[in-house]
């Protein structure tokens, strides 16, 4: 029966590295969870399909003679994450600060196709609330902050790693576009953005409310998503568990309310300020410590 799943998986893998998209179906992620083999034919098909993207062709350019093809760049992660105790906050922001394989397992999950096109599919919500600027939380190489400058947003990101910074900034320049680096924890100035976004982010934070309520203020806007629901490539040791409702509560005592209608719709988590201003400062400490209780 093993051999049998393996052989449908690889067929599966196979017709999506030629199709030049890699979309898994729900039988092909659970397989792949568990089979360490048919894991590689994936990240090869992952390849194969980015191949001509102009994600992996900037990717080459940047980092030039220190490109590795082929490599598989989450159990790289898992490997690097697990080489040492990652039990307190220090270890944890060292190894997202440092870690060289964050810009290859970034890349090729939106150079394969495999990654949703978040910024698309909010669209509509951003025209709704006449949203003109954005801040990007944890923006790793820039795939959605790129796409927010092209649409003539102004855009700030916000990333600890510092190699998916760089190559972030080195993007922006070489396509023309302005994306400002902001500061962690921001000035009062650059937290005033209307739309907060933070997609494929919540689940690397150890304290979530707290990491990003001082970039709410001045927001009109929160959208976040996480697609982590697959347990191969290392089984993602550096995933941190969160309660989706917690977490809605603890944006209602900061002033934002869920907006379920434009959450359907677009199938990701947007929350809208219930305050008329939110220019006057930011959420005090108190509020925070609150929150978290």
């Known amino acids: 029966m093993g051999t049998q799943r393996c052989q449908v998986a690889a067929r599966q893998i196979q017709r999506m590295a030629e199709s030049g998209t890699v979309l898994l179906t729900p039988l092909v992620r659970a397989h792949v969870d568990r089979?360490?083999?048919?894991?590689?034919?994936l990240v090869a098909a992952r390849w194969t399909a980015a191949k001509g993207s102009e994600d992996l062709h900037e990717l080459k350019c940047f980092l030039g003679k220190r490109f590795e093809s082929g490599i598989d760049p989450s159990w790289a992660l898992a490997d690097e994450w697990n080489s040492r105790s990652r039990k307190t906050r220090a270890a944890v922001e060292e190894f997202y600060q440092n870690t060289p394989w964050y810009i290859y397992n970034l890349v090729l999950w939106k150079a394969c196709g495999q990654r949703p096109d978040y910024v698309q599919r909010a669209t509509p919500v951003l025209k709704q609330y006449g949203i003109q600027s954005v801040l990007d939380f944890g923006?790793?190489?820039?795939?959605?902050?790129?796409?927010?400058?092209?649409?003539?947003?102004?855009?700030g990101v916000v990333e600890l790693n510092e190699a998916a910074i760089q190559f972030l900034l080195w993007r922006a320049q070489r396509r023309g576009v302005t994306v400002t680096r902001m500061d962690s924890p921001p000035t009062k100035q650059e937290s005033n953005f209307d739309l907060l976004w933070a997609v494929d982010v919540i689940e690397h934070l150890l304290e979530p409310v707290r990491t990003l309520t001082p970039y709410l203020v001045g927001s009109r806007l929160l959208i976040h998503d996480s697609e982590h629901k697959g347990k191969s490539g290392g089984r993602h040791p550096f995933h941190f568990k969160f309660n989706h409702m917690k977490l809605k509560r603890a944006w209602k005592t900061l002033g934002f309310v869920p907006d379920e209608n434009n959450s359907r719709t677009i199938q990701m988590r947007v929350f809208r300020s219930t305050q008329a201003s939110k220019r006057e400062g930011r959420v005090d400490h108190a509020t925070i410590v609150s929150v978290m209780k």
């Open 139 to 155: 923006a790793g190489v820039g795939t959605d902050a790129l796409q927010f400058a092209q649409m003539g947003l102004r855009t």
């Open 35 to 41: 089979c360490r083999s048919c894991w590689g034919l």
